[in-house]
């Protein structure tokens, strides 16, 4: 067998959370191109579905912050062999003047939404003795950015990071391995409104050794490294992929 076959997806079932869009969409179109049948799931049909038709993708609709109907997806689908949570949003207000609402909407999607996927198709995994998790954390769970305050989306990407290394050790024997990138700076409509103010934008590419920002598509082949039998050693990973942001 050639080393290249390791990262290949043929016969397995990818389902990616925020994928209409953005990174996901990237990776989605990725796993496809490796092989795998894909299912995006997000919570924006309108763009949901002509997204999956481009990539010859199924689109299901989801909002991760909902555990009921996470586990009815997983259900409908019978498990899947892949899954990526992908989907996140951030919220940029000063850590004093946090509304409530802004605090919680980010935890419940980038945290809480997290974790009710993996537990629904991770059941499904744990039955069927193999499966991959990738989550899609971020630098900002390793570091604290700025000059943009995002105290909420730095702690539940931390948080992402660490319940990756807890769902890693609990079900690593059991054949289902637990990882996640974490991207830097990436040109999606998430990051528009920092490009386009200028102190910020200077910033982000100041303090990114590689001086510019990531496209989507360079995301997506750590994903389909961690998501594949290329790393069947790998588990309870963090893989940053930032440009060198963290090195500073
Ligand atoms: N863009 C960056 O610089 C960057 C850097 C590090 C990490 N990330 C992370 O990458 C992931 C993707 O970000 P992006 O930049 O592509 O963002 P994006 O805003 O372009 O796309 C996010 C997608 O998630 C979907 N989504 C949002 N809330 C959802 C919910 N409740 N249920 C289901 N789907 C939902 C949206 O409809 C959208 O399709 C996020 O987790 C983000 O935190 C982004």
């Known amino acids: 067998m050639s080393i290249l076959d390791l990262f290949r997806l043929d016969g397995r079932h990818a389902v990616v959370t ?3 869009q953005g990174i996901g969409f990237e990776i989605a179109r990725g796993l496809a191109e490796a092989g795998a049948r894909v299912t995006i799931a997000d919570l924006n049909p309108d763009v949901g579905h002509d997204a999956a038709r ?4 199924a689109f299901e609709p989801l909002n991760v912050t909902d555990p009921a109907a996470a586990t009815a997806l997983a259900a409908k689908l019978g498990g899947a062999d892949i899954l990526v ?3 996140g949003i951030v919220r940029n207000t000063p850590a004093e003047d946090t509304p409530d609402d802004d605090w919680t909407a980010v935890m ?18 744990l039955a069927q003795g193999r499966g991959s998790i990738v ?10 950015n700025h000059p943009q305050p995002q105290a909420a989306y730095n702690a539940s990407k931390a948080g992402v990071i660490h319940l990756t ?13 637990v990882n996640c990138v974490a991207p830097g700076y990436t040109a999606t409509p998430l990051t528009k409104r920092g490009l386009e103010t200028p102190e910020w934008r200077e910033t982000w590419l ?9 496209e989507p598509a360079e995301i997506a082949p750590a994903v389909l490294y961690l998501a ?6 790998v588990t309870g990973h963090a893989l940053v992929v930032d440009g060198g942001y963290t090195c500073w």
């Open 228 to 233: 594949s039998d290329a790393a069947s050693f």
């Open 54 to 57: 481009s990539i010859g993708a």
């Open 85 to 87: 949570n992908n989907a």
């Open 206 to 214: 100041k303090e990114t050794p590689m001086g510019r920002l990531a």
């Open 18 to 20: 925020g994928a209409a």
């Open 108 to 125: 419940r999607v980038n945290l809480d939404g997290v974790f009710w996927c993996c537990r629904a198709f991770g059941q499904h995994m």
């Open 165 to 177: 290394r807890s769902l890693a050790g609990e079900w690593a024997s059991r054949g289902v391995r």
């Open 135 to 144: 989550s899609t954390a971020s630098m900002s769970g390793l570091i604290s």
